[in-house]
């Protein structure tokens, strides 16, 4: 059914807008920092470092800590990190209070939906069908989706042509500088 012109694709950033997923999230980060004789970091505090992926997040942990890390332990600890949080990845996550609702709403009224998010596709797939709302949406694309992630602008005009079978008007919903950062540059409000 196409889409009317006057109605855009909603598109959403997964992580801290659409799911608080910051507990597994910090959860798995903390095991990491322990096994490297590292402190853990409060829920609270490690919230500020989440965004732009996993391996962001483990330098972010490190750098907190005044703590180096090579390239070469960043991978292996990215390694770990995929495979733990993969493990875990809905044990706390749950969707924001209305979320489900308002995605129904906006099912309803014809609005496409989509998600753009630096988690990877897969991961994203299975926590959206875990909590219940991955059918809701036209597209799922994750930062291995396309060659290019946020905020590189295409990915969210290729989110929005994956969702449409072509680029039409979008609305970007997210929470961080790096979603605000995706959408103007894609001119997408």
């Not at 009317?4 to 950033?13: A, E, G, N, Q, Y």
């Not at 590189?152 to 605000?180: C, F, N, Q, W, Y």
Request: with cysteine; hydrophobic share 40%; net charge neutral.
């Amino acid at each position: 059914m196409p889409i009317p012109p006057s109605l855009p694709i909603i598109v959403f950033d997964l992580d801290g807008t659409l799911a608080d997923t910051a507990a597994d999230l910090v959860s798995t980060l903390n095991l990491i920092l322990e096994r490297e004789g590292l402190n853990a970091i409060p829920l609270a505090s490690a919230r500020e470092l989440i965004g732009q992926g996993s391996r962001a997040l483990i330098q972010r942990g490190f750098t907190l800590q005044r703590r180096a890390l090579s390239p070469e332990r960043l991978e292996i600890l990215f390694d770990e990190f995929v495979r733990h949080y993969g493990e875990h990845l809905v044990d706390r996550t749950q969707l924001f209070p209305g979320t489900a609702e308002a995605l129904e709403r906006l099912s309803r009224r014809g609005h496409r939906l989509a998600v753009c998010t630096n988690k990877n596709e897969g991961f994203s797939r299975r926590l959206l069908k875990e909590l219940g709302v991955a059918s809701k949406f036209e597209a799922i694309c994750g930062r291995d989706t396309f060659a290019f992630c946020k905020p590189d602008p295409r990915h969210l005009t290729e989110t929005v042509r994956l969702a449409a079978g072509r680029m039409v008007p979008a609305i970007m919903v997210g929470d961080s500088k790096t979603d605000i950062d995706t959408a103007r540059a894609a001119d997408v409000p």
